[in-house]
């Protein structure tokens, strides 16, 4: 496994789909991986500390765990199969280590909440390739990351379901 962290969030143009692009953290590999509209959104509201009034899915995930007395230690991203990602939550709770399946895109957006580490297997970052780098649409202009709370709220209300397309390697 190695460490991984939240480069940034893309658009593919092709697909108008975003993409997470997790990057090695002491180096140059990327993992792009092709998410929702509901993840992208949670993932850029925490790294962006955007405040919220009502606790999103993700935020309650880490509100019930944090009640049941536990916590996050880390996220893996664990293998690709039929272009799926699968990840596990590595919960501790009273000493016990608990794995829990899901989605890499769920897993993230906990892990930011937590502050956890978010890990991926190696071979993974290998089959992503050294150069691959998202083409941006012309809207929104440059990376997801970048747009103010306002423009990316802006931009996500004027999305429609079929600005979504499936990706195919």
Request: with cysteine.
């Amino acid at each position: 496994m190695v460490e991984v962290v939240v480069a940034r969030l893309a658009v593919d143009a092709t697909t108008r789909a975003y993409v997470v692009i997790l990057q090695e953290k002491d180096g140059d590999r990327v993992l792009p991986i092709w998410i929702g509209q509901p993840e992208a959104e949670s993932i850029i509201i925490e790294m962006h500390r955007i405040p919220r009034t009502r606790p999103m899915t993700h935020d309650l995930c880490r509100s019930l765990i944090t009640a049941l007395g536990g916590g996050l230690a880390r996220v893996e991203i664990t293998r690709i199969e039929e272009r799926t990602y699968y990840a596990e939550l590595h919960l501790e709770r009273g000493g016990e280590a608990l794995r829990v399946d899901a989605r890499p895109s769920d897993s993230i957006a906990i892990a930011l909440r937590f502050g956890a580490p978010i890990f991926a297997a190696d071979g993974l970052l290998e089959a992503a390739g050294e150069d691959w780098e998202p083409t941006e649409p012309g809207e929104p202009p440059g990376d997801v990351e970048a747009l103010s709370a306002e423009r990316l709220k802006a931009y996500l209300e004027k999305l429609r379901p079929e600005d979504f397309g499936k990706f195919s390697p």
